[in-house]
């Protein structure tokens, strides 16, 4: 995770004030290729989406870090 006074703007951390939190739903993986959560690293399965200056970003997560970070 990256601090807030990241000189890279495309780098925000998850309680960032230039991405706001939009919804989340389970994640299916119909790729076939595992995804893991950005906080912890176990297999995710949440995807988080945010809007961030008419942007759309998705980040997977567990079931245990979304519902920490997200509430």
Same mark, same amino acid.
């Given at each position: 995770? %990256? *601090? #807030? =006074?990241? *000189? ?7 309680? *960032? ?5 939009? !919804? ?9 290729? %595992?995804?893991?959560?950005? !906080?912890?690293? =176990?297999?995710? %399965?949440? #995807?988080?989406?945010? +809007?961030?200056?008419?942007? +759309?970003?998705? #980040?997977?997560?567990?079931? *245990? ?5 997200? !509430?």
């Amino acid at each position: 995770m %990256t *601090s #807030e =006074n990241n *000189s890279n703007p495309l780098l925000m951390s998850l309680r *960032s004030p230039f991405k706001k939190f939009s !919804s989340m739903r389970a994640y299916a993986d119909i790729s076939g290729k %595992t995804r893991y959560c950005i !906080s912890c690293s =176990n297999i995710a %399965t949440q #995807e988080v989406i945010f +809007t961030a200056d008419g942007a +759309t970003i998705l #980040e997977k997560y567990c079931d *245990s870090c979304a519902k920490k970070n997200i !509430s």
